[in-house]
């Protein structure tokens, strides 16, 4: 779940809104979880293919920031860091 209110451009660009307690993809209510519990699966798949670089368009200026933040606050900074050797921005 979003811990602030998605702007609408960003539900526009995305696909994804908030319903109440429900969220929303193109459509599909989907199942939301915690973001701890979202990096910790997201750590567990990057280890499967570690060492990974995760590229991504205009990744630079937006997604790494909030990535590398959510990582921070949750306490996963060593785990990510162990499996990531970079970001390609195209």
């Known amino acids: 779940m979003p811990e602030k209110k998605m702007s609408l451009k960003a539900s526009e660009i995305t696909g994804v809104t908030v319903v109440g307690d429900s969220v929303i993809v193109n459509g599909q209510t989907v199942t ?48 990510f860091q162990q499996n990531i050797c970079g970001f390609l921005d195209t």
């Open 32 to 79: 939301a979880v915690p973001i701890k519990s979202a990096l910790t699966s997201f750590i567990t798949f990057l280890q499967k293919c570690s060492p990974v670089i995760l590229v991504g368009h205009n990744i630079e200026s937006f997604d790494c920031k909030v990535l590398l933040h959510a990582i921070h606050t949750c306490g996963k900074m060593s785990e």
